[in-house]
């Protein structure tokens, strides 16, 4: 069963081989798609890890995937294949709009002192 969030065949077709393959433990490890559309679903919904479908299998596999190919940089290199990909389609637009009245500066940001503050007073050459 598919819900809104999980990756269609093509979709797979193009990601799947940019996975990394799993290591030569004697474990056998969870399917990828099934681990990545849990995270999907954690990313999109918000909920928290514990609280994931069974349908993904367990919370902690999860994001321990999630974890590790954060710190591998396995999901930049799949956003920059995807964004490489859809770029040659001409399916992005890379015109970017900022509205600087949508921005604020903190309120203590107008009257903040401009030079550091005087060091601390150190120890005094006479006292022992």
């Given at each position: 069963?598919?819900?809104?969030?999980?990756?269609?065949?093509?979709?797979?077709?193009?990601?799947?081989?940019?996975?990394?393959?799993?290591?030569?433990?004697?474990?056998?490890?969870?399917?990828?798609?099934?681990?990545?559309?849990?995270?999907?679903?954690r990313i999109t919904t918000g909920c928290q890890w514990r609280?994931?479908?069974?349908?993904?299998?367990?919370?902690?596999?999860?994001?321990?995937?999630?974890?590790?190919?954060?710190?591998?940089?396995?999901?930049?290199?799949?956003?920059?294949?995807?964004?490489?990909?859809?770029?040659?389609?001409?399916?992005?637009?890379?015109?970017?709009?900022?509205?600087?009245?949508?921005?604020?500066?903190?309120?203590?940001?107008?009257?903040?002192?401009?030079?550091?503050?005087?060091?601390?007073?150190?120890?005094?050459?006479?006292?022992?």
């Amino acid at each position: 069963m598919l819900s809104s969030g999980d990756l269609t065949d093509d979709e797979w077709a193009v990601l799947g081989p940019l996975h990394p393959r799993s290591s030569s433990r004697c474990v056998r490890w969870r399917d990828h798609r099934k681990v990545i559309n849990g995270i999907i679903h954690r990313i999109t919904t918000g909920c928290q890890w514990r609280k994931l479908p069974e349908r993904f299998g367990p919370w902690q596999t999860i994001h321990k995937r999630h974890a590790l190919r954060s710190a591998d940089g396995t999901w930049e290199r799949l956003l920059q294949h995807v964004q490489a990909v859809a770029d040659a389609a001409r399916d992005i637009d890379w015109n970017i709009n900022v509205d600087s009245t949508s921005i604020r500066d903190h309120r203590h940001a107008a009257g903040a002192p401009k030079a550091p503050p005087p060091a601390p007073p150190g120890p005094s050459k006479g006292a022992r």
